[in-house]
């Protein structure tokens, strides 16, 4: 009858580990922000995905999943998705609005895991689609003029590549998570010390020869805390709980990035945005709940 888990309920401990997970990748968001003022971007990225593999990479066995979806999932997720993120973030993106937008990936999965995979979505999960549209359509019209659309279009297709690393993982089937993400983050960091070289130049050498010391912890806080706690626990915790009993923690995720963004670099979102704001946790919330709700 499907997967057996440990319990129906989940305890104390395990709730409070899931609400850590959503403050600290909330929260990462903030040392994106300095990251890429210390650093440029890619390189940024690229220390990221390097701190998370090594050494992690030497005592972890491989994931029982074939070589070329680890590889494809390092691509998609610490080339595409965080290159595309911290570039958005560096031409302006606010930090408080980025952790959210990113939430559109769950909706970029439901629609690639039917293009690609034939799994139909639910009528909540369309309904859900449809709201969370309508709050992006109405943060971009405030967005339109002027260079402010690039990065919110950068963050927007950032948040798609998330949704391509979750169709891969999904083609992966059923693995050590943890394993899953140390190795495929040995394949990020020799594109990204590439295209930084490429599309940086000067500043990406620089980052590269004569990193920042404050740069290269803000790397360290994103490679394992918001990288390897983050999704090991989560992975941890599906294993334990049902998706749809987990999956709910992830709406904190924009909370807090949202509060520490105003807390730490006072952003002031417009009421439009922040409209469009409550659209997208609203169409997000019935994405995960509406299904339970309707019955």
Known sequence: MGETYQTC?????DTMLAVAVAAVWGVSFVPIKWGVMELSPLMLSAFRFFFAAVPAVFFIKPPSAPFRLVVAYGLAIGVAQFGLLFIAINLGMPVGLSSLVMQLHAFFT???????MGESP??????????ALAGVAMIGSQRLGGAAIIPFALTILAAFFWGVGNVIGKKAGRVDMMSFMVWSSVAAPVPLVSLSLLVEGQAGLDALLH???????CALFLA????????????RLLARYPAAMVGP?????PVFGM???ALIFGERVSPP?????GLILVGLAWNVMGGRLRR
């Open 9 to 13: 309920r989940m305890n104390a401990r």
């Open 110 to 116: 439901i629609f690639l895991a039917w293009l690609l």
């Open 122 to 131: 639910t009528r909540a999960q369309l309904t859900g689609a449809a709201i």
């Open 211 to 217: 990193p920042s010391l404050f740069g290269l912890a």
């Open 224 to 235: 394992y805390a918001a990288t390897l706690f983050g999704f090991g626990i989560w992975a």
């Open 249 to 253: 923690f992830a709406l904190l995720v």
């Open 259 to 261: 509060s520490s963004a």
């Open 273 to 277: 945005e922040w409209m469009g704001a």
